[in-house]
């Protein structure tokens, strides 16, 4: 896959690794209670970076407009 920037190939490494855990989970792999919220978590903190690059790219967007 070729991307336009570096901010979108981060963008799409969230992407996959959230994919990953979330397969992962559809197959009941988590042994434990533990282990599922762990991984609920990982999923959260990779939107929240998802969100921060999305936010910086706009803020990058703005700038260059001006």
Known sequence: MIYDNSLEYISAKLDERRVEIEQHLG?????????????????????????CVADLAKRMETEDDE
């Open 27 to 51: 197959r009941s792999a988590a042994k434990t209670y533990d282990e599922y919220q762990k991984l609920c978590g990982i999923i959260q903190g990779l939107e929240f970076a998802k969100q």
